[in-house]
Nanobody, 126 residues
Framework: QVQLVESGGGLVQVGGSLRLSCAAS????????EAWVRQAPGKEREFVAD????????YLVDSAKGRFTISRDKAKNTVYLQMDDLKPEDTAVYYC???????????????????WGQGTQVTVSS
């Protein structure tokens, strides 16, 4: 089992920044990648970004490119999502998720993950 705990959400004005953290514990050696997924009120979950265990492969959806950065601190077993130039449409609960599928990159965006955190709220006010 793997436990994921997100932190760093909050209320920020348009154009502001937040850094989300996802601390992993347990059998982290069994996972191949972590992702950030968000869910806005009344909408389905939406894939935002992912990063492989070695931090050599990262991916961001088009709406996040140029504004968000995903990174990993392997020593701390923590994945980060740096979010800059935030917009009202970024308002959502942000979840960290992890996969034990070695072919995780083939189903990117399908939101098929084995472990999930509890989520952290991000609210961008205009």
């Amino acid at each position: 089992q793997v436990q994921l705990v997100e932190s760093g959400g909050g209320l920020v004005q348009v154009g502001g920044s937040l850094r989300l953290s996802c601390a992993a514990s347990g059998r982290t050696e069994s996972t191949y990648a972590e992702a950030w997924v968000r869910q806005a009120p009344g909408k389905e979950r939406e894939f935002v970004a992912d990063i492989d265990w070695s931090a050599s492969i990262t991916y961001l959806v088009d709406s996040a490119k140029g504004r968000f950065t995903i990174s990993r601190d392997k020593a701390k077993n923590t994945v980060y999502l740096q979010m800059d130039d935030l917009k009202p449409e970024d308002t959502a609960v942000y979840y960290c998720a992890s996969t034990i599928d070695p072919a995780w990159y083939r189903t990117r965006g399908d939101i098929r993950y084995d472990y999930w955190g509890q989520g952290t709220q991000v609210t961008v006010s205009s």
